[in-house]
């Protein structure tokens, strides 16, 4: 386990600037930052990052089709975002943290979901053209790091907990695929 410091700073605004900041600018010092934060504020930072990052979608809707009348369909759908990413967070979670006990990682399951949760600041921009590549580069990178910290293991392992499961999807959608073409 991931040696906790009793000293927690209070998710503000500028906390939460802050860490997004660091999250794409300087790794290094967004790892540093994470033993500072409560399992409280690390899930309201990744509530805010759903949410935030929802507005920023419908946003983008909302000027290409140029009707406001959207904004509070935009509303509706960034709170109805909640409920399924938070259960999109419990089933990834289960997945990751069993690939991690195999890796003989360190870190708990709610290590497993703070991993997770920390590295979604990225989200932010997944819905912006031209840099949504970028962004969800930038979303595995963190992840691995995160990863890597709670579970305490080396990066090639920390890599394979992440990379691993996106290639047996790959995999699968692959040979379903297949199989549709050649048996329909």
Do not use: C, D
């Amino acid at each position: 386990m991931v040696q906790k410091k009793n000293s927690h700073y209070p998710l503000t605004p500028r906390t939460y600037f802050n860490l997004i900041l660091s999250s794409i600018i300087n790794s290094n010092s967004y790892l540093k930052l994470i033993p500072n934060l409560s399992t409280l504020s690390v899930f309201n930072i990744f509530i805010l990052n759903i949410v935030l990052s929802s507005f920023i979608r419908f946003g983008f809707k909302i000027v290409e089709q140029q009707n406001v009348s959207l904004i509070f369909l935009s509303i509706s759908q960034s709170l109805f975002m909640i409920p399924f990413a938070l259960f999109w967070l419990v089933i990834t979670g289960i997945f990751l943290h069993i690939l991690a006990k195999i890796l003989l990682g360190r870190g708990s399951f709610t290590e497993t979901l703070k991993a997770i949760m920390l590295s979604t600041p990225p989200l932010l921009f997944i819905y912006i053209p031209y840099i949504s590549s970028v962004a969800l580069i930038l979303l595995i990178y963190l992840l691995i790091l995160t990863f890597k910290f709670y579970h305490q293991y080396s990066l090639a392992k920390a890599i394979v907990n992440i990379v691993l499961p996106g290639i047996v999807v790959l995999l699968f959608l692959t040979i379903t695929g297949i199989i549709h073409l050649f048996f329909t």
